[in-house]
């Protein structure tokens, strides 16, 4: 199975207007765009590069339906060169980019495109709608992976994701970042990613006692036993399964966890541990959820909850704290000539860049280089090439290439960089190659 | 054009197993959920019904795949009896809700599904991430509507929305709620919302020259003219533009507006309408954008700005003050039976339930009662039957007809809530039949 693939009508009709210019004025020749983020969110220590995959595919695969074209032609906006020239369109550009699953930093390209100008004008929208979310869910993500090692990190956030998509990448971009898996069954079929759950408090009402629910749940599904016990009264629902275990044991049917999701999670956890080891039920885990973040995480795990697994949904799949990421995707240069946007604020660095990342001795991450890609630096160049002249140049990473990546990225962090309040600035240096550069399109007012 | 269709397979699993349970053990009677917000976020003062339409197309097309049963079938979690059983399975229920567009309150029901529980189960992830994201967004966008009467708004969102269908959706919800339309160019073939949009910074940045790039721009795009003007100096820009439209009006192309997007807006529209009004072109609109959400275009508003027209973005097509909404699809009956659930802080109303709303002298809303469905009361019943025994009950209503809905529905808030800021509470009273029945059900410990 495939992520369900999305019109090329899915882009700002901005990007369709100005390709009529390109087109009538044979403004074809190479632009070259990135895609970067230009400052962290409030409290925000890092990012973690994500989405690269879905861009690539969305790459490869770009071209116009008939049914678009005839849209395109019938709407009354657009001339028949333009059409034309949508028809034969396909993406024959380069792209260099970081991998996914790389800790990144304000300024620093994460994507790179240089494609004939129309081409790389076209696919602005789609890509950074790609791009943005699964970097903000895995930087997201990488939080609660930070302050809980050691546990069962499982994203149960599909009902609140922002749509159809969001839930599928939000279990991508969280077990990129070190989730163990999610609660979206698509995933499975569609990433490989292992899939969690087993009731709601639906179940346990629609039947008229809940150790009957609990029992005939077991038997349904005896290789995944998690009993949610929180309907009625969670220390009276963790006796009724003390109370069931002997039977099920005789059936060779283990208890595998119960699970809590309201009220003070720490408190009846405590309790809920000691109903279980007194009942002989040691190696029954605990399992919490409910408006779940990383802040309430790291507080369980700090105050020694005896909680072996959380259920993150809401607020990490709509990235609550931090919700967008200020992120664009600006031309740096065309037709061989380095640009730049001056708008007030908004300035960008021109040119084609490259990231070289030092390390300590410690094997930790001392800082960052923002050059010029022909400005060759000490230490490691975080951008690659991954497509050119549209194909792709390597076999995709398997998304578990991607996850072991991106938990040596987290190991290397700087210990400032680990914690949710914000840390010290992570230095990201600007190179005097890129300066001169800045100052030289400045100077000749392009 | 329809809106792409999803996998039955984006879903929570637990919504599978608890199936497994209820197919092996023949729980088929008739369970009623309700879909509703459980309270609101902070400073807000209404929400505004939205989605129901993809909900029910949802509920109308729901059928498992070959494709979809092989995988269930081999993954190695079920039984052969839950796969037959999903074979066959068609939504054969009842729907009863709010039209799209109403005002409405924490612990109102938007939607009610009744039908054989494992049908009415397993609908709820796909249900919930389509009733709250659009209800979340059509109650965001409409804050922006009521500070801004008169004013064009025009969705810009699309590429930080988190993912393709959360751009369309959003698209749909900010029209709903009485904006004039959006960038994102498939709303228009999908939903007929007007589509907007002209240039970006990277067309002025791959031209040598500005003045050029708005000329080229005019001759490619004569019916649809609006400059950005910000990309080096705003009013520089400004000036461009006069100097060019004596050329352009000789060759009958007016210039429609121009776009501001960075720096102090209210200040640059003041100078740039200036600039355009001594240079003759008086019907030349303002139109700005920029990180705008409704508290920066009240301020512009109040301010005076001269400014025709706003693109509100990111901000609005992620809510970003309130990301999501403390919602969730509950049990209220079974079998005849009505249930609640009782967890700490999550306690809900049970049975099937109505909202009557009464309204003043003045047209306004007064208060709501929330009640039994066979409690009436005085006032206009809120929830209405839709869909019997999986059919709809009526055509579809047109996006035009919703929006006007939403547009009488949001004349008739009282004043205190019409503001940006936390207002009185509106007074939704629960019937004392209701809490008659919550108080059975808890004294029968169902």
């Known amino acids: 199975m495939n992520l369900p693939s999305t019109s090329l009508l899915l882009t700002d009709l901005y990007q369709l207007t100005m390709l009529q210019g390109y087109v009538e004025h044979g403004m074809e020749e190479q632009a070259t765009f990135e895609f970067f983020v230009r400052k962290l969110p409030p409290a925000r220590n ?36 333009l059409v034309d020239y949508l028809e034969q369109l396909r993406f024959t550009g380069d792209v260099h980019a970081m991998p996914e699953g790389t800790v990144c930093f304000p300024d620093e390209p994460i994507v790179r495109i240089t494609a004939p100008l129309p081409q790389a004008q076209l696919v602005e929208t789609r890509l950074i709608n790609l791009l943005h979310f699964q970097t903000l869910i895995a930087s997201k993500a990488a939080r609660s ?30 077990y990129l970042a070190g989730f163990s898996g999610t609660s979206a069954v698509q995933a499975a079929p569609l990433f490989g990613i292992p899939i969690y759950g087993t009731m709601a408090h639906s179940y346990i009402q629609a039947h008229e006692d809940e150790a009957a629910a609990f029992e005939r749940f077991a038997y349904a599904n005896p290789d995944n036993v998690v009993f949610l016990i929180d309907t009625y009264d ?75 697994g959380f259920g993150i949904g809401t607020r990490m799949d709509v990235s609550a704290d931090a919700p967008y990421l200020d992120c664009a995707y600006k031309l740096e240069a065309y037709g061989g000539k380095a640009r730049r946007k001056r708008s007030e604020g908004k300035a960008t660095w021109p040119g084609c860049k490259q990231v070289f990342r030092r390390y300590g001795p410690d094997g930790r991450m001392r800082g960052d280089i923002l050059t010029l890609e022909d400005d060759p630096q000490e230490g490691e160049p975080l951008i690659q090439p991954v497509m050119r002249a549209g194909k792709r140049l390597h076999t995709p ?23 949710l309040e914000k840390g010290p600035d992570y230095p990201v240096q600007v190179s005097p190659a890129l300066r001169d550069l800045a100052k030289a399109v400045d100077e000749h007012r392009l």
């Open 234 to 308: 969670t220390e009276a629902g963790a006796a009724k399964v003390v109370s069931l275990a002997t039977r099920l044991r005789q059936k060779g049917i283990p208890i595998n966890g119960v699970r809590l999701d309201s009220g003070d999670l720490g408190d009846h956890a405590r309790k809920v541990r000691r109903i279980l080891d007194e009942g002989g039920l040691t190696d029954t885990t605990i399992f919490a959820s409910g408006n779940l973040d990383e802040s309430i995480v790291q507080q369980l795990v700090a105050t020694h909850a005896p909680i072996d």
């Open 145 to 174: 992976v930070l302050v809980a090692p050691g546990k069962l990190l499982v994203d149960f956030g599909l009902r609140r994701t922002h749509g159809a998509e969001a839930g599928l990448l939000a279990a991508r971009a969280s």
């Open 397 to 419: 990473a398997s998304l578990a290439a991607l996850r072991e990546r991106a938990r040596t990225q987290l190991a290397r962090l700087p210990d400032g960089l680990r914690t």
């Open 46 to 81: 890092f990012l973690l590069a994500a989405g690269l995959e879905q861009a690539l595919c969305f790459l490869q695969d770009l071209r116009f339906t008939s049914e678009e074209l005839e849209w395109v032609s019938g709407c009354g906006l657009f001339r028949p060169s």
